[in-house]
């Protein structure tokens, strides 16, 4: 061995475990980001959350009017974001390709035989998944506030009648935009973590998507039952996460806006918590 070969051993060996811990991190996030954006599929996918969240906000917007002498029982804010029920679906297919696209090819092999530490690699995969997701939401988001400005006011949503136009200046508004961002996010992590628990990639979108749509339809399904109704509305993901758009009749909400995006965030946690536990106790 070369003496500096040998320094360069030796200064490693001396460095502290935090900071070999993160240095090995920064390499399994570099690792992460370059499968991300080596390959197209990814940046379609976050580019199809955007476009398919305006349209359908627009198309929302567009369709909803305030007919004079009526009143209108209409969140501005909410109408805007029905995009986001949308484009969950499309993050939701980003996040576990991200796990189970690997395991469908073998690759996942290489990458646990390079990185051993197992959780390593799903902090890194939801690290990286987390940023993508959140720029693109945040692209998204801003473009269906900026729809609903355009276009509200022509339907007679007008301040004269009680609405004031979308505004990033408004608080409720802002909590209502940024909430949207957080929340696709979070969808993107609890697809993760339900791809690392599932591997397979068609019984887990299914499972997602069913958590996500399934929970809202039995609601209405069931509204008669106010009580169990009211339960599903307060404890699943889709119901308690989206009550962060509500800026208006704040008091009849199962739970508060910041509660339910938590309710959201538990879900999440939980899935990232299974899906770590079986990556570790499972074979590749």
Same mark, same amino acid.
């Given at each position: ?11 490693? $060996? $001396?460095?502290?475990?935090? *900071? ?14 370059? $499968? ?19 349209? %359908? ?17 209409? @969140? ?7 995009? =986001?029920?949308?484009?969950?679906? /499309?993050?939701?297919?980003?996040? %576990? ?10 690759? =996942? ?15 890194? $995969?939801? *690290? %990286? ?9 945040? *692209?998204? /988001? ?42 696709? &996010? ?21 499972? /997602? ?8 339809? %039995? ?13 599903? @509305?307060?404890? &699943? ?6 009550? =962060?758009? @509500? ?35 499972? @074979?590749?």
């Amino acid at each position: 061995m070369s003496a500096p070969t040998r320094l360069l051993s030796d200064n490693s $060996k $001396k460095r502290p475990a935090a *900071v070999q811990v993160a240095t090995v991190q920064l390499a399994v996030l570099r690792a992460e980001w370059t $499968k991300v954006h080596t390959v197209p599929g990814p940046a379609w996918l976050l580019t199809a959350t955007a476009a398919l969240t305006i349209a %359908v906000s627009t198309a929302a917007d567009a369709a909803t009017r305030c007919p004079r002498g009526l009143a209108c029982p209409v @969140d501005p804010a909410r109408l805007s974001l029905t995009g =986001i029920q949308f484009g969950q679906a /499309v993050v939701a297919v980003l996040a %576990v390709l991200a796990v189970s696209g690997e395991y469908s090819t073998g690759m =996942i092999r290489t990458t646990l035989t390079a990185v051993p530490g197992r959780t390593a690699v799903l902090a890194a $995969k939801a *690290v %990286v998944l987390t940023g993508l997701v959140l720029a693109s939401a945040a *692209v998204a /988001v801003a473009g269906c506030l900026l729809a609903g400005r355009l276009l509200l006011p022509g339907h007679g949503f007008t301040p004269a009648r009680g609405f004031a136009p979308l505004s990033p200046g408004d608080g409720a508004v802002l909590r209502a935009g940024a909430g949207s961002v957080l929340y696709l &996010a979070l969808i993107g992590l609890l697809a993760l973590g339900c791809a690392a628990l599932i591997r397979d990639s068609a019984v887990a979108i299914g499972l /997602v998507l069913g958590l996500l749509y399934l929970a809202p339809i %039995v609601a209405a399904a069931i509204a008669s039952d106010a009580a169990w109704a009211g339960r599903l @509305d307060r404890y &699943a993901p889709t119901s308690a996460g989206l009550t =962060i758009q @509500d800026t208006t009749g704040l008091r009849h909400l199962a739970v508060g806006p910041w509660g339910g995006l938590g309710v959201l965030a538990a879900w999440a946690a939980g899935a990232l918590l299974a899906g770590g536990l079986a990556l570790r106790l499972r @074979d590749a």
